[in-house]
């Protein structure tokens, strides 16, 4: 069955410093990957996506995010936090063949930035 | 602009009252979806509909009923068999294929007394 870890519920950083927030999946064939980005009482807006091609991914608000199939891993990096940063992330996995209607997405419990002046 | 919303953003309900969520989306997507949310339990699959007239479900539909009878539009009910219903409700759609992003609504705060 697929799923999702995220080993870090809650990590603490200093305005400036550089983040990397840990997802490790698990599924028999290529995901396809998201992390998304939650603030209080808010939606999830999506960060951004690894479909194929290229393994090191660009989002918004300056993320960044690198598939390590040999890992199962798919990271998502910044290099300078930025205190709007400071909200809950989650990554999600993808289960379904590429291309079919049919699939749903599988989401990790999530991780909470604080981000220190 | 095109989006999902959701209504109303804060709800209450006595305990043993069925209370329906609501959910429409203007972005012509085909699928549909209920999250419920809890904290430090991230989101968790209520029900999906990829089409109209038909939907699934996912892993905690018991005490849950949906309806898809328009495109646009995907309502949630929460019933009184559901053993604990107070919780924040996320609704999402997303084109298809299944491999396409989701887009989420800002979401329904449920608490039941």
């Known amino acids: 069955a697929q799923s999702v870890t995220q080993p870090d519920i809650h990590i603490t950083v200093s305005e400036g410093a550089s983040l990397e927030l840990r997802c490790n999946y698990s599924?028999?064939?290529?995901?396809?990957l998201f992390w998304y980005v939650q603030s209080p009482g808010q939606g999830l807006q999506l960060l951004l996506k690894?479909?194929?091609?290229?393994?090191l991914v660009q989002g918004i608000k300056g993320f960044e995010a690198e598939f390590k199939r040999s890992q199962s891993s798919f990271n998502l990096r910044k290099p300078s936090v930025h205190w709007s940063d400071a909200a809950e992330y989650f990554c999600a996995v993808g289960a379904g063949d590429r291309g079919s209607t049919l699939g749903r997405l599988y989401f990790g419990r999530g991780t909470q930035l604080t981000v220190w002046p | 602009d095109g989006g999902i919303t959701q209504s109303p953003k804060y709800l209450f309900r006595k305990e043993g009252q069925n209370v329906t969520l609501s959910c429409e989306q203007n972005l012509n997507h085909d699928a549909m979806y209920w999250y419920r949310q809890d904290p430090g339990q991230g989101l968790r699959l209520i029900y999906y509909?990829?089409?109209?007239?038909?939907?699934q479900k996912g892993d905690i539909a018991e005490g849950y009923s949906v309806s898809r009878e328009k495109k646009e539009s995907f309502p949630l009910t929460v019933t009184s068999a559901q053993k604990n219903p107070t919780a924040f409700y996320l609704c999402?759609?997303?084109?298809?294929?299944?491999?396409?992003?989701?887009?989420f609504g800002n979401g329904t705060r449920l608490t039941v007394t």
């Open positions: 599924y028999g064939a290529t995901p396809y």
């Open positions: 690894y479909f194929s091609g290229d393994t």
């Open positions: 999402a759609s997303s084109m298809l294929p299944a491999s396409s992003p989701l887009h």
């Open positions: 509909s990829q089409i109209v007239n038909d939907f």
